[in-house]
């Protein structure tokens, strides 16, 4: 399966932002997916998964309260919905699957996209 993010961009602290996960090649419902990022200088971090039916989510608690990951089975697409966004949040964010695992360890993921950057300006 080939997994693209989109979405990324320029924003300024306090804005939102909304990146897309686009599945290619298998059906999304048989994967739980995970958003994480990479700020420079930085190891990758987790930031969200949702299971394969989407009804269950984890949130870091960094971005608790300000981000939503949701999935759309049918369009083949997850999202991650930023709001209240921080400079702290620059960040490469990438997203990836899996079919056997569900939960915040990025080495248990088979499946990742390249990646799309976001730039919180303050």
């Known amino acids: 399966v080939q997994l693209q993010a989109s979405g990324g961009g320029l924003v300024q602290a306090g804005g939102s932002l909304r990146l897309s996960c686009a599945a290619i090649?298998?059906?999304?419902?048989?994967?739980?997916m995970g958003w994480f990022r990479q700020a420079p200088g930085k190891e990758r971090e987790f930031v969200a998964a949702?299971?394969?039916?989407?009804?269950?989510?984890i949130h870091a608690d960094s971005v608790k309260g300000r981000f939503t990951v949701s999935k759309d089975n049918a369009k083949k697409t997850v999202y991650l919905q930023m709001n209240s966004l921080k400079p702290e949040d620059t960040a490469v964010y990438y997203c990836?699957?899996?079919?056997?695992?569900?939960?915040?360890?990025?080495?248990?993921?088979?499946?990742w996209g390249p990646g799309t950057l976001v730039t919180v300006s303050s």
């Open positions: 090649g298998r059906a999304l419902s048989s994967l739980n």
């Open positions: 990836a699957g899996t079919s056997n695992y569900y939960g915040s360890s990025p080495e248990k993921y088979n499946y």
């Open positions: 949702i299971n394969w039916a989407g009804g269950g989510t």
